[in-house]
């Protein structure tokens, strides 16, 4: 049967983005672990706060947990405002996720509102065609608004953080000094050399970043060092990460650590993993026109006690 040009239907062309592109191209990065408890909330708000205030970058955080905790750590200097991410990755938009996102107290600090619904988008993302695709593509336009992006993701390997990690140029993992916590860095990043062969083949690991070491566990401490060098040298971040009450404080008070004790133990570490970020996303050349790894006179001083 022969049917008329009338009788065939066409795809539509697909509608433009509602935000109009930004000067930049920011680098995205995945903070991700498959144990909980590891410090990856903790290392995404610090590390975002560190680049944006030692670092004058441009930075959005993107909270992919239905725990909210990024809003949650920082929920005393959050701008009023914002909308549902849970909305944007379940069905067709032009929208954007720099759309939705909120400013902060911290000169170019925003952060994506805490979004509960996000626990109802993992499981309708499962019914969307290219399911693994959609927030990179929520995120086309907003990369060029921004210097770094980081995505908080989920502690498992659902729909949302394998989004994290397609929408991503390179993953970042947290660890702490316990045996289940490395071997939850084993699976992570088997995971990531599946997506990196099925879905996202410019993904790379950033590094792993050893956190809440306790100095009094020298020898536990030494033993998972060791274990992590001999498995992944050449990812291991040189800066280590103290357990520091001054990072649980600030997290009481709402606010970022800078803002609550800055020559805190923890806050300095975070400050010299911001400037390691910036010369290793350089090295895999990743790291865009016009960042700087100069703090000038704001740079933190370590302190020599726990905190």
């Known amino acids: 049967m022969r049917l008329s040009m009338g009788s065939v239907g066409f795809v539509k062309k697909e509608a433009a983005k509602s935000l ?3 000067k930049k191209q920011a680098v995205v990065i995945a ?3 498959q144990k909980g408890g590891v410090g990856k ?5 610090t590390l975002g706060a560190a680049l944006a205030r030692y670092f004058e970058m441009e930075v959005l955080l993107v909270d992919l947990d239905a725990q909210a905790h990024v809003n949650l750590a920082l929920r005393s200097i959050v701008n009023a405002g914002g909308d549902s991410l849970a909305e944007l990755l379940e069905e067709p938009t032009t929208r954007e996720v720099a759309e939705i996102a909120v400013g902060t107290k911290v000169p170019g600090l925003e952060i994506t509102p805490g979004c509960p619904e996000l626990a109802r988008a993992e499981n309708r993302l499962s019914t969307r065609i290219g399911k693994e695709l959609v927030l990179r593509e929520l995120l086309s336009v907003s990369r060029t608004h921004y210097d770094i992006i980081l995505l908080d993701c989920p502690p498992n390997l659902g ?3 394998i989004n994290g990690l397609v929408a991503a140029d390179c993953v970042l993992v947290p660890c702490n000094p316990a045996m289940l916590a490395v071997s939850g860095v084993e699976g992570l990043l088997g995971a990531v050399a599946e997506v990196r062969a099925a879905l996202n083949p410019s993904l790379e690991v950033l590094g792993l970043v050893l956190t809440r070491v306790d100095q009094r566990n020298g020898a536990t401490n030494q033993m998972i060092t060791q274990l992590l060098s001999e498995n992944w040298e050449d990812l291991l971040a040189p800066v280590q990460i103290s357990a520091d009450a001054a990072l649980a404080k600030a997290q009481i008070e709402g606010t970022d650590v800078y803002a609550f004790d800055a020559h805190s133990r923890a806050a ?3 400050v010299e993993l911001a400037e390691w ?3 290793r996303l350089s090295a895999m050349g ?3 026109e016009g960042a700087t790894t100069d703090t000038g006179d704001q740079r933190p001083e370590l302190m020599a006690s726990e905190g």
Do not use: H, K
Not at 41 to 45: D, E, H, I, P, W
């Open 31 to 33: 903070v991700a672990a």
């Open 20 to 22: 109009a592109p930004g």
């Open 159 to 161: 729909n949302l953080t």
């Open 268 to 270: 300095g570490q975070y």
């Open 277 to 279: 970020t910036i010369a």
């Open 41 to 45: 909330t903790t290392t995404t708000v």
């Open 286 to 288: 990743l790291r865009r």
